[in-house]
Protein backbone atom coordinates (compact mmCIF):
# COMPACT_ATOMS: atom_id res chain seq x y z
CA UNK A 1 0.00 0.00 0.00
CA UNK A 2 2.81 2.45 1.23
CA UNK A 3 4.88 1.55 -2.16
CA UNK A 4 1.41 2.18 -4.13
CA UNK A 5 1.11 5.64 -2.75
CA UNK A 6 4.64 6.80 -2.80
CA UNK A 7 4.26 5.44 -6.58
CA UNK A 8 1.09 7.63 -7.34
CA UNK A 9 2.53 10.89 -5.86
CA UNK A 10 5.43 10.22 -8.07
CA UNK A 11 3.29 9.99 -10.77
CA UNK A 12 0.84 12.95 -9.96
CA UNK A 13 4.40 15.24 -9.64
CA UNK A 14 5.36 13.96 -12.78
CA UNK A 15 2.50 14.25 -14.86
CA UNK A 16 -0.04 15.48 -12.69
CA UNK A 17 -3.42 15.91 -14.89
CA UNK A 18 -3.16 12.52 -16.74
CA UNK A 19 -2.73 11.28 -13.36
CA UNK A 20 -6.08 12.50 -11.62
CA UNK A 21 -7.57 11.89 -15.09
CA UNK A 22 -6.65 7.96 -14.39
CA UNK A 23 -7.35 8.13 -10.33
CA UNK A 24 -10.85 9.45 -11.23
CA UNK A 25 -11.48 6.26 -13.18
CA UNK A 26 -10.56 4.32 -10.06
CA UNK A 27 -13.31 2.94 -7.42
CA UNK A 28 -10.41 4.49 -4.30
CA UNK A 29 -11.29 8.06 -3.87
CA UNK A 30 -15.00 7.58 -3.86
CA UNK A 31 -14.23 4.07 -1.39
CA UNK A 32 -12.59 6.17 0.91
CA UNK A 33 -15.40 9.38 1.15
CA UNK A 34 -18.29 6.66 1.63
CA UNK A 35 -16.08 5.40 4.17
CA UNK A 36 -15.43 8.67 5.82
CA UNK A 37 -19.43 8.94 5.76
CA UNK A 38 -20.16 5.93 7.27
CA UNK A 39 -17.83 6.45 9.88
CA UNK A 40 -19.52 10.00 10.39
CA UNK A 41 -22.92 8.48 10.57
CA UNK A 42 -22.16 6.18 12.68
CA UNK A 43 -20.29 8.47 15.42
CA UNK A 44 -23.23 10.68 15.24
CA UNK A 45 -25.75 8.22 15.28
CA UNK A 46 -24.22 5.31 17.78
CA UNK A 47 -21.71 7.55 20.08
CA UNK A 48 -22.93 10.72 20.28
CA UNK A 49 -27.03 10.34 19.99
CA UNK A 50 -26.98 6.84 21.45
CA UNK A 51 -23.92 6.43 24.28
CA UNK A 52 -23.70 10.24 25.20
CA UNK A 53 -27.51 10.72 24.60
CA UNK A 54 -27.00 13.44 22.50
CA UNK A 55 -30.50 14.84 20.41
CA UNK A 56 -29.65 15.78 17.13
CA UNK A 57 -30.99 18.85 16.46
CA UNK A 58 -32.46 20.58 13.19
CA UNK A 59 -28.93 21.49 11.72
CA UNK A 60 -27.70 17.97 13.03
CA UNK A 61 -30.32 15.74 10.69
CA UNK A 62 -29.71 18.26 7.86
CA UNK A 63 -25.68 17.53 7.91
CA UNK A 64 -26.45 13.85 8.30
CA UNK A 65 -28.74 14.13 5.61
CA UNK A 66 -25.81 15.60 3.21
CA UNK A 67 -23.87 12.83 4.20
CA UNK A 68 -26.13 10.45 3.05
CA UNK A 69 -25.86 12.07 -0.51
CA UNK A 70 -21.90 11.82 -0.15
CA UNK A 71 -22.42 8.50 1.06
CA UNK A 72 -24.69 7.28 -2.14
CA UNK A 73 -22.51 9.33 -4.78
CA UNK A 74 -19.42 7.33 -3.63
CA UNK A 75 -21.54 4.13 -3.54
CA UNK A 76 -22.68 5.18 -7.31
CA UNK A 77 -18.77 5.90 -8.20
CA UNK A 78 -17.67 2.34 -6.55
CA UNK A 79 -20.30 0.58 -8.70
CA UNK A 80 -19.27 2.09 -12.21
CA UNK A 81 -16.85 4.49 -11.87
CA UNK A 82 -16.01 4.40 -15.68
CA UNK A 83 -19.52 5.30 -16.66
CA UNK A 84 -19.76 8.73 -17.47
CA UNK A 85 -23.88 9.37 -17.07
CA UNK A 86 -23.71 7.65 -13.37
CA UNK A 87 -19.87 9.79 -13.02
CA UNK A 88 -22.18 12.87 -13.56
CA UNK A 89 -25.19 12.15 -11.74
CA UNK A 90 -22.35 11.08 -8.57
CA UNK A 91 -20.36 14.35 -9.20
CA UNK A 92 -23.40 16.30 -8.87
CA UNK A 93 -25.09 14.82 -6.04
CA UNK A 94 -21.38 14.67 -4.24
CA UNK A 95 -21.13 18.40 -4.38
CA UNK A 96 -24.63 18.62 -3.87
CA UNK A 97 -23.87 16.83 -0.17
CA UNK A 98 -20.61 18.73 0.21
CA UNK A 99 -22.33 22.39 -0.15
CA UNK A 100 -25.20 21.62 1.59
CA UNK A 101 -23.75 20.16 4.23
CA UNK A 102 -21.30 22.94 4.60
CA UNK A 103 -23.89 25.55 4.92
CA UNK A 104 -25.41 23.85 7.92
CA UNK A 105 -22.22 23.03 9.40
CA UNK A 106 -21.76 26.66 9.49
CA UNK A 107 -24.88 27.87 10.19
CA UNK A 108 -24.81 25.20 13.75
CA UNK A 109 -21.07 26.66 14.77
CA UNK A 110 -22.86 30.23 14.76
CA UNK A 111 -25.49 28.75 17.10
CA UNK A 112 -23.21 27.02 19.20
CA UNK A 113 -21.18 30.16 19.78
CA UNK A 114 -24.79 31.74 20.30
CA UNK A 115 -25.66 29.92 22.82
CA UNK A 116 -22.21 30.07 24.42
CA UNK A 117 -22.01 33.51 24.62
CA UNK A 118 -22.79 34.04 28.57
CA UNK A 119 -20.14 31.90 29.23
CA UNK A 120 -17.56 33.73 27.34
CA UNK A 121 -18.86 36.77 28.89
CA UNK A 122 -20.64 38.03 25.44
CA UNK A 123 -24.13 38.54 24.46
CA UNK A 124 -25.72 37.61 21.32
CA UNK A 125 -25.17 41.49 19.97
CA UNK A 126 -21.19 41.22 20.85
CA UNK A 127 -21.57 37.29 20.01
CA UNK A 128 -22.17 38.40 16.08
CA UNK A 129 -25.14 35.57 16.49
CA UNK A 130 -28.84 35.46 16.67
CA UNK A 131 -30.94 33.44 18.42
CA UNK A 132 -30.88 30.13 17.96
CA UNK A 133 -34.12 29.62 15.86
CA UNK A 134 -34.63 25.90 15.95
CA UNK A 135 -37.65 23.67 14.94
CA UNK A 136 -38.74 20.07 15.60
CA UNK A 137 -40.21 19.86 11.98
CA UNK A 138 -37.37 19.89 9.60
CA UNK A 139 -37.74 20.53 5.71
CA UNK A 140 -35.50 18.79 3.31
CA UNK A 141 -34.88 19.15 0.02
CA UNK A 142 -37.92 17.97 -2.30
CA UNK A 143 -40.32 17.82 1.00
CA UNK A 144 -38.81 14.29 1.57
CA UNK A 145 -40.61 13.18 5.10
CA UNK A 146 -37.29 11.41 5.97
CA UNK A 147 -37.75 12.36 9.66
CA UNK A 148 -41.11 10.08 9.60
CA UNK A 149 -39.45 7.52 7.51
CA UNK A 150 -36.22 7.44 9.98
CA UNK A 151 -37.02 8.75 12.67
CA UNK A 152 -33.62 7.69 14.84
CA UNK A 153 -31.58 9.18 12.01
CA UNK A 154 -33.75 12.11 11.24
CA UNK A 155 -36.04 13.17 13.58
CA UNK A 156 -34.78 16.55 15.20
CA UNK A 157 -34.95 16.61 18.95
CA UNK A 158 -32.77 18.66 20.73
CA UNK A 159 -31.82 22.62 20.41
CA UNK A 160 -29.44 23.68 17.59
CA UNK A 161 -26.05 24.87 19.99
CA UNK A 162 -26.49 23.78 22.71
CA UNK A 163 -24.06 20.89 22.94
CA UNK A 164 -21.02 20.79 25.45
CA UNK A 165 -19.20 18.61 23.44
CA UNK A 166 -15.49 19.24 22.34
CA UNK A 167 -12.41 18.17 21.62
CA UNK A 168 -9.12 19.74 21.09
CA UNK A 169 -11.09 22.69 21.94
CA UNK A 170 -13.06 21.81 18.47
CA UNK A 171 -17.08 21.65 19.17
CA UNK A 172 -19.24 19.03 16.96
CA UNK A 173 -19.61 21.79 14.12
CA UNK A 174 -16.30 22.58 13.64
CA UNK A 175 -15.20 19.20 13.31
CA UNK A 176 -18.23 18.70 10.38
CA UNK A 177 -16.35 22.04 8.65
CA UNK A 178 -13.33 20.23 8.79
CA UNK A 179 -14.70 16.98 7.29
CA UNK A 180 -16.48 19.19 4.37
CA UNK A 181 -12.94 20.62 3.55
CA UNK A 182 -11.83 17.29 3.50
CA UNK A 183 -14.25 16.12 0.92
CA UNK A 184 -13.49 19.49 -0.79
CA UNK A 185 -9.92 18.96 -1.31
CA UNK A 186 -10.35 14.94 -2.43
CA UNK A 187 -13.39 15.98 -4.85
CA UNK A 188 -12.63 19.23 -6.65
CA UNK A 189 -9.18 17.42 -8.75
CA UNK A 190 -11.32 14.61 -9.78
CA UNK A 191 -13.75 16.72 -10.95
CA UNK A 192 -11.65 18.85 -12.69
CA UNK A 193 -9.74 16.00 -14.23
CA UNK A 194 -12.82 14.42 -14.97
CA UNK A 195 -14.41 17.25 -17.23
CA UNK A 196 -11.07 17.93 -18.47
CA UNK A 197 -10.73 14.87 -20.14
CA UNK A 198 -14.41 14.65 -21.45
CA UNK A 199 -13.52 17.60 -22.99
CA UNK A 200 -10.65 16.79 -24.77
CA UNK A 201 -12.39 13.78 -25.64
CA UNK A 202 -14.53 15.62 -27.39
CA UNK A 203 -12.31 17.79 -29.52
Same mark, same amino acid.
Not at 100 to 118: N, T
Not at 122 to 150: I, M, R, V, Y
Given at each position: ??????????????????????????????????????????????????????? $????????????????????????????????????????????????????????????????????????????????????? $??????????????? $????????????????????????????????????????????????
Amino acid at each position: MMIQLKQWFADLKARPLATLEATQERRTVWVVMACACVCLLGSAMGYFQWFLAMD $PCENCVYIRFSQFCILLAGIAMVIAPKNVIVKVLGLALAWYGIIYGMDKAIILDGQHVASHAAEAGLDLFQSGQGANACSLEPTF $PLDLPLHQWLPFEFA $PSGICGEDDWSLFGLNMAQYCIISYCVFIVCALPLTIAFFTKSLNCNR
